[in-house]
């Protein structure tokens, strides 16, 4: 195939993908959907074209590959927008994230307070907290500690989020999974 063959292929795929407004359509005839929703029928094209310009709407084509093909008389503007619209929702979709509070066997109550405000914006933000202990040293011989804050966390956050995972030691640290409700 000759290489300028490619650019008038690609071309033609391209009109082909285009939703045909008002002169754009061909065919002949076509089945028209009104303004309102109602179907008016199987009528010629240059018919359907002029109902629409007496509505001061556009004449698009919805199914093209119908037999015939589907018109539907409607603003073509606003229909694009809408489609743009939808568009942007489904890109919009959160992506959950895992957020991480360290927290140490001594910290202290007023600082515990603190982190739980934090898993409480992450938890509302619908993204996962993962809260662990981190122990050194002697620490380890002290592990109850660290199981009473991640208790302590739990009951204060017990209203937005569920546990995925229940505290529990992995090397020298304690952690649980909080999920949003």
């Known amino acids: 195939m000759p290489p300028g063959n490619f ?3 690609r071309d033609r795929d391209r009109r082909e993908s285009q939703t045909r407004v008002n002169e754009t359509i061909r065919i002949s005839p076509v089945r028209v959907i009104g303004a309102n929703g109602e179907q008016v ?4 094209t240059a018919q359907a074209l002029e109902m629409a310009r007496e509505a ?3 004449l698009v ?3 093209p590959l119908e037999k015939p093909p589907v018109c539907k ?4 503007g606003k229909f694009k927008f809408q489609q743009k619209q ?9 992506q959950q994230k895992l957020k991480e509070i360290r927290l140490r066997p001594k910290t202290d109550i007023h600082d515990i307070e603190t982190k739980v405000s934090q898993a409480r914006k992450f938890l509302e933000h619908h993204d996962k907290v993962l809260v662990y202990v981190m ?3 002697r620490e380890l011989q002290h592990i109850e500690e660290g199981q009473r804050i991640l208790h302590l966390m739990r009951e204060k956050l017990v209203d937005l989020a569920k546990i995925e995972k229940e505290p529990r030691m992995e090397g020298k640290r304690c952690s649980m999974m909080l999920a949003p409700k």
């Open 41 to 44: 029928g199987i009528i010629p």
């Open 56 to 58: 001061v709407l556009d």
């Open 7 to 9: 650019d008038r292929d």
């Open 86 to 94: 939808k568009q942007k929702e489904k890109t919009k979709a959160h």
């Open 73 to 76: 008389i409607m603003d073509f």
């Open 61 to 63: 084509e919805v199914a």
């Open 135 to 137: 122990f050194k040293g």
